[in-house]
């Protein structure tokens, strides 16, 4: 008996340790900011790093629209953070249907926000998807998947929401992009954004969080005039169910043990885009991308032309569909 609890105990308490120690280098949004009377939009926000994004900003007040794929789940979602925030009202949370994977669906979610809402001060780019690159999936709109959703979803939502962004009322608006460390794998081609000549070893959903950044830096340029700032960021590694269509059972064995030292809590990943959506330090910065609630050196070289020439290219894309009324 005594001689294994001599160990066991000692072997767990170093275990907790070290996740501390891990935890501790994280970084936490430490501000307090509340934000009565400001309204954000996140998307994806009934699961994973966008749920617990859409509580902290609820639960500093804002009014926070929860813009999800599946509408139930929207009202799921806003049951779970009301319980979670007991003394917040009904008011502060509202589901809406947003399917990033169609341009008009993304249209028509923008004109029902232009309705009801004469600025919104908080834009949380934050649903994604990845898949296997075994066979290619597309969007409604025919596109690949990452570059569609990750992507042209968020340039084309973001784009129709400017105005609404950059009032002069009160202070800027705050546009965060939720890219990914993973953006150093990623690659960029203009001329394949659709990526129809892509080989088995592109990493499309690097490329399309390189994409993020790319579009955070190019956006950052074009309002620099204009009262809005934008915040690229890496929630970190999360344990959240993004994987959920490339992982099999067995992985989890795998998971598990890696998932303790190595991935964070939901919270813990939404901590750095909730950073980036309140810290006063960051009033007067925009086009960054931030890690761990502070800035991040990016190991990869950006290309200006590169970034432009995703933007238009971006735009006529979407000029290809939606046709013009
Ligand atoms: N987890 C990580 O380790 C990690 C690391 C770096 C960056 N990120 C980024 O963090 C963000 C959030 O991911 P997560 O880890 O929280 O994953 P998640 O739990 O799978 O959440 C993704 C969210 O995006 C939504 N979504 C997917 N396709 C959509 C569409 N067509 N229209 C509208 N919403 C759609 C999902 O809705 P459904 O529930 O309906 O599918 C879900 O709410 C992503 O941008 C991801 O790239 C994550
Ligand atoms: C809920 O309570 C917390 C602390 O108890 C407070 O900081 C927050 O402002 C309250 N929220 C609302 C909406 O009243
Ligand atoms: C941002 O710029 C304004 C105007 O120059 C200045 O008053 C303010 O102190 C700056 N804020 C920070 C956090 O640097």
New binding site residues.
């Given amino acids: 008996m005594f001689p294994i609890s001599y160990c066991v105990l000692p072997t767990i308490l170093f275990l907790i340790l070290v996740r501390k120690y891990r935890e501790s280098k994280w970084g936490k949004c430490k501000n307090t900011v509340k934000l009565d009377g400001k309204i954000a939009i996140v998307?994806?926000?009934?699961?994973?790093?966008?749920?617990e994004i859409a509580k902290e900003l609820a639960g500093r007040n804002a009014q926070v629209i929860l813009?999800?794929?599946?509408l139930d789940?929207a009202n799921q979602a806003c049951e779970i953070i009301r319980t979670a925030l007991s003394n917040a009202s009904k008011a502060l949370l509202v589901p809406m249907e947003?399917?990033?994977?169609s341009l008009y669906s993304i249209r028509d979610f923008c004109n029902r926000i232009k309705r009801r809402y004469k600025e919104i001060n908080i834009l949380i780019n934050?649903?994604?998807?990845?898949f296997p690159n075994t066979k290619r999936v597309e969007?409604k709109d025919g596109f690949e998947v990452h570059f569609g959703?990750?992507h042209l979803?968020h340039f084309y939502l973001t784009n129709l929401l400017l105005e609404q962004l950059s009032t002069l009322s009160g202070k800027k608006g705050r546009i965060v992009v939720?890219?990914?460390?993973?953006h150093e794998k990623g690659e960029v081609n203009p001329n394949d954004l659709n990526a129809l000549r892509a080989s088995k070893k592109s990493n499309l959903?690097a490329n399309s969080?390189l994409m993020n950044v790319y579009f955070a830096q190019e956006l950052a340029r074009r309002t620099e005039k204009r009262n809005v700032n934008v915040y690229a960021c890496?929630?970190?590694?999360?344990?959240?169910?993004?994987f959920?269509h490339s992982v099999k059972w067995y992985h989890y064995f795998l998971i598990t043990p890696v998932a303790f030292f190595f991935?964070r809590s939901?919270k813990q990943?939404a901590q750095t885009p909730v950073y980036c959506a309140t810290e006063p330090d960051l009033e007067n910065e925009t086009g960054l991308l931030y890690r761990d609630c502070t800035h991040y050196n990016s190991r990869v070289i950006f290309y200006d032309n590169v970034a432009s020439k995703l933007w238009e290219e971006s735009e006529n894309v979407i000029n290809s569909v939606i046709k013009k009324e």
């Avoid at 890496?234 to 993004?242: A, E, F, I, K, R």
């Fill in positions: 998307t994806g926000a009934n699961s994973g790093i966008g749920l813009a999800c794929r599946d789940k947003l399917d990033l994977a934050n649903a994604g998807v990845v969007t959703v990750n979803g939720v890219a990914s460390s993973l959903y969080k890496c929630p970190g590694w999360v344990y959240t169910g993004l959920r991935m939901p990943g």
